[in-house]
Every structure is written in structure tokens, then in C-alpha cells.
């Protein structure tokens, strides 16, 4: 838990004092009260990561969101700055991780194959593909296919945090920012003017049950992999499986979406 530096219940009225002024001293304060939140978005990150990549290299790159974070937080929108903050850290991490261009060849081909094999597939039976049509689809066992799903999976975090649209900066909407609570999966409740972030919502409410309830207890609860692994009572690698296929699976249906919408 972050450490109280600044109250809470002031909080909220020295934020509309730093928007209005730019107060320096304020900046260093915010700085000092989140900069913790930094290190835990990078651990989260970390977690599927190979080796080659570096937690304190996460750390640096988190604290330019941070920074990001406290220039354009508006505490007039009623979000949390903690929430606002933790988008923004993330998507700077991975920013620079696409700069980077971390993952390997293969890798990023095997994910284009799974992914592309998900969307022809879905696309023509109507409905969510089993894991046993998407393995003979790409001519493997059932076994292979979820081996490859545990190779891919620290990709798989990257691509949630693809922006899906590209307009100026308020118009940016990503997968990961459009998971919510339960209760959020309902289209209605969408704000109307985001009409691609209802889009997105709807394919995160039609995944299969438990691929959907690992991204809200990963991207809305904050639980690690092993911990939604003793919610669901399964392991942690089948936990890392469930992720990245529904990530892919996700990823399809909004492909399939789009192109029905261009």
C-alpha cells in the first residue's frame, strides 16, 4: 500500500491546485507519493518477460509515465489518480518495449499464426473456436498448441495494450484500458460518444467465462498469475495459457470486427 504522504482528503483539492498553477513543489510531492506505483506496475510487467529484459530498465521506462501521468491527470473527471496513473505507466513500459522490438522472430510469427488461424476460424464458424479446432487448424496436437500458447504468453500482455484507435490523445482507446469491473461488461453502460470502446467491450463480454474472468482479476483486481491461480484453483502456467489465448482470441474477434466496420 502506498505510503499516505499527501492526505487523502486534501488530495483531491491540491491536484485542482497544481492544474491551475504548475506548482513545482506539488509535481515533487505527487512524485515522491506515487513513484512506488512505478515499481509495482514494472513487477507486474516482469512476470513472462524473458530474461533479456530488465526490471529496473521497466522501472525507468514506468517513470516517464508517471511523469506523463501528473502533466495530464484532470481531477475534474472523477478517476482516481491512482487508476489514471497506472494506464499511463503501463502503456509508457510498453512504448518503449515496441521501440525496443524485444521479442524474437519466431516468436512474434508463431503469435501472428495462432492469431490469424483464430480470426479465419471465428470468423466462419460464428462463434468462439474450441482449443481443439484452433490445434487442428494449425495442424498440432492439443498438447503443442498449449505449449505454444505458454511461449508467446509474455507477448501477449504487449499486444492487450495495442492502441485500437488513433485519434488525438483523448481518443486513444486500448484493450487493456476497456476491461473493467463485471459490471462494466454490460455495452449499455459504455459511455456512448466511444463507440470503439463499445466495440471492445462487447468482445471482452462474448470470451468464454474463465478466459474472461483472468483478465478482469489481472487488469481490474490487480491479482498476479499465481494468485488468480488459487482463485480458480488451477496452476499458474494454465493460468498464463487462459491469458494468452484470450488475448488471441480477443485480438481475432476485434480483427474481424474491424474489418466488418472498414
Same mark, same amino acid.
Given at each position: 500500500?502506498?505510503?499516505?504522504?499527501?492526505?487523502?482528503?486534501?488530495?483531491?483539492?491540491?491536484?485542482?491546485?497544481?492544474?491551475?498553477?504548475?506548482?513545482?513543489?506539488?509535481?515533487?510531492?505527487?512524485?515522491?507519493?506515487?513513484?512506488?506505483?512505478?515499481?509495482?506496475?514494472?513487477?507486474?510487467?516482469?512476470?513472462?518477460?524473458?530474461?533479456?529484459v530488465e526490471?529496473?530498465?521497466?522501472?525507468?521506462?514506468?517513470?516517464?509515465?508517471?511523469?506523463?501521468?501528473?502533466?495530464?491527470?484532470?481531477?475534474?473527471?472523477?478517476?482516481?489518480?491512482?487508476?489514471?496513473?497506472?494506464?499511463?505507466?503501463?502503456?509508457?513500459i510498453?512504448?518503449?518495449?515496441?521501440?525496443?522490438?524485444?521479442?524474437?522472430?519466431?516468436?512474434?510469427?508463431?503469435?501472428?499464426?495462432?492469431?490469424?488461424?483464430?480470426?479465419?476460424?471465428?470468423?466462419?464458424?460464428?462463434?468462439?473456436?474450441?482449443?481443439?479446432?484452433?490445434?487442428?487448424?494449425?495442424?498440432?496436437?492439443? $498438447? /503443442?498448441?498449449?505449449?505454444?500458447?505458454?511461449? *508467446?504468453? @509474455?507477448? %501477449? +500482455?504487449?499486444?492487450?495494450?495495442? &492502441?485500437?484507435?488513433?485519434?488525438?490523445? $483523448? /481518443?486513444?482507446?486500448?484493450?487493456?484500458?476497456? *476491461?473493467? @469491473?463485471? %459490471? +462494466?461488461?454490460?455495452?449499455?453502460? &459504455?459511455?456512448?460518444?466511444d463507440?470503439?470502446?463499445?466495440?471492445?467491450v462487447?468482445?471482452?463480454?462474448?470470451?468464454?467465462?474463465?478466459?474472461?474472468?483472468?483478465?478482469?482479476?489481472?487488469?481490474?483486481e490487480d491479482?498476479?498469475?499465481?494468485?488468480?491461480g488459487?482463485?480458480?484453483e488451477v496452476?499458474?502456467?494454465?493460468?498464463?495459457?487462459?491469458?494468452?489465448?484470450?488475448?488471441l482470441?480477443?485480438?481475432?474477434?476485434?480483427?474481424?470486427?474491424?474489418?466488418?466496420?472498414?
Open positions: 500500500m502506498l505510503e499516505e504522504i499527501i492526505d487523502e482528503k486534501n488530495e483531491e483539492k491540491l491536484w485542482l491546485e497544481y492544474k491551475k498553477t504548475r506548482n513545482p513543489k506539488l509535481r515533487d510531492d505527487f512524485i515522491k507519493q506515487y513513484s512506488p506505483l512505478v515499481k509495482y506496475v514494472a513487477g507486474k510487467v516482469a512476470v513472462g518477460m524473458p530474461n533479456n526490471f529496473d530498465d521497466l522501472v525507468g521506462y514506468g517513470v516517464f509515465g508517471l511523469l506523463d501521468a501528473i502533466e495530464k491527470f484532470d481531477p475534474e473527471k472523477n478517476v482516481k489518480f491512482k487508476t489514471y496513473a497506472v494506464t499511463r505507466i503501463r502503456g509508457a510498453f512504448d518503449e518495449l515496441r521501440t525496443l522490438d524485444w521479442v524474437p522472430r519466431s516468436v512474434r510469427q508463431k503469435t501472428r499464426e495462432i492469431e490469424d488461424t483464430i480470426v479465419s476460424l471465428e470468423a466462419n464458424l460464428g462463434r468462439t473456436a474450441t482449443d481443439s479446432e484452433i490445434a487442428k487448424a494449425l495442424g498440432v496436437t492439443e $498438447s /503443442e498448441f498449449q505449449q505454444s500458447l505458454l511461449k *508467446i504468453s @509474455g507477448t %501477449s +500482455v504487449l499486444s492487450l495494450n495495442d &492502441v485500437w484507435y488513433s485519434g488525438d490523445d $483523448s /481518443e486513444r482507446v486500448s484493450i487493456g484500458d476497456s *476491461i473493467e @469491473g463485471p %459490471s +462494466v461488461f454490460n455495452p449499455d453502460m &459504455v459511455v456512448e460518444r463507440e470503439i470502446k463499445r466495440v471492445i462487447e468482445s471482452i463480454n462474448e470470451l468464454p467465462e474463465k478466459e474472461k474472468l483472468v483478465l478482469v482479476l489481472y487488469y481490474y491479482l498476479t498469475l499465481k494468485e488468480i488459487k482463485v480458480l496452476t499458474e502456467s494454465r493460468v498464463s495459457q487462459l491469458h494468452t489465448r484470450a488475448i482470441r480477443l485480438r481475432a474477434k476485434l480483427t474481424n470486427i474491424r474489418k466488418g466496420i472498414i
